[in-house]
């Protein structure tokens, strides 16, 4: 550093101390063309050239090669001498030629003989930098979790205003809270029916300071759809300039309606077990009477009905186990080659013991080898007509049609009962689904659900035709091979 700063007009003195004792402060003096006159130690401390390096030079070597594409070195030059201040808000090049971004600014001063010289006055403010490009890339991260997560998120202060909220919240209420914007959480909520007591639970945690967690609440969405949630709330921050809180909504609704199909489910298949136990149990009973009285002939009846009890039980339990086996993914196939035709009049048989009264009708061709689980394929082809059976509502023939082609076979059961209404035909096949015409009969719903994963099993494909009152036809279709 030389003494040029001192030969300088009386009127720059004022200057001196600033130049020569400031420890952040870089200075640079130039002339009107940009030029280094001078540097204070500061500058050499922070930038590492010394005086005689820079000297002479112009003030565009300390500028990365975009910002002097850019034109910013004339441009603050430009600045300063047209309008006699300029702010630095940029990086600039250390001799190591590692960069730092440094703010201040460049003023014009004049002596009294009215020549210009131009003070250059930065800061490295490198770190401070860095620290707030953190924050910045720390807040898109949060910003991003927020909206990819599923759960409404809001942040409250102590007046339920909402200072943060994600998509979650938007679409829940169809609103378009944007941060900054001035939203009352209770008045949004007010919108919308709302049973639980959320509300006046966050306002106590802002009194007491304790959050609370598993408050279910049901609310109404803005597409009057009702949905039940899990929130928690928690205490966020709590100063001097106030306390936020921060509420998560867990949407249970798809679990809460399992939860309740779950308890009607054991509680119908509670209700179906105990009356073909109550059955024996009575059966038994009277059995001993008749025993003493030696009438064979009730005594036959008594054992008949409790042997028809203990099928029905028998069916109950076979259909849950094998419902409990296709859920776990075990269900296996066992492979192997036979006749089709075979196979379905075997079902046939079975069915005509257990329903002597009905006639099945068989129409078609099934003379052709298939590949497929051949005791699966007589579970479906049976719980069809049985079905069929079931439902038909006194009417005693069912017809039983096989065809075939190249690539398939195809069995179709129609009855002339009960018949499906058009709203509940596309559930028939569904696991615990039965018609609302049909629940005064025995079943638990499983049957058609298990045929429907049977054929699936084969890659095969199930539907159902029905009109209300007229009767239903029931298909299924499997590859030959």
Known sequence: MDNSFQSLDHSFKYFEALYKNTVENCVLLLNESGVVISINEAFENCFGYNHNEVRGQNLSIFFTDEDIKKGKPANEIK???????????????????????VSGESVLVKNEKNEKRILKVIQDINAQKKSEEQVTR?????EKILKSIEDVVIVLDEHLNILNANESFNSLFEVNFKTGALFSFADVIKLHKLSGNLIDSIRDTCICKKGFSNLTVEIESASKEKRIFDVNCNVMEHNSSGTKLLIIMHDITVHKGLEREREDVIGFVAHELRNPLANIVLCNELLGDLIKENNQEEIDDMLQRSKNNVMRLNKLIGELYDAAKVNSGNLKLELSIFNFEEMVFEAIDTVKVLHPAYNIIVSGDGRVDATGDRYRLIQVVTNYLSNGIKYSNGNTDVQLHISYNNESITVSVKDNGLGISPKQLPYIFDRFFRAEKTKNLEGIGLGLFL?????????GKVWAESEEGEGSTFYFSIPRI
Do not use: F, M, P
Request: charged share 25%; with cysteine.
């Open 79 to 101: 600045n300063v001498l047209t309008k006699g201040q300029s702010s630095d808000n940029n990086y600039l090049v250390k001799k190591d030629k590692s960069i730092t971004w």
């Open 138 to 142: 720390l807040d898109e991260l949060n």
């Open 451 to 459: 045929c429907r994963q049977i054929i699936y099993a084969h890659r």
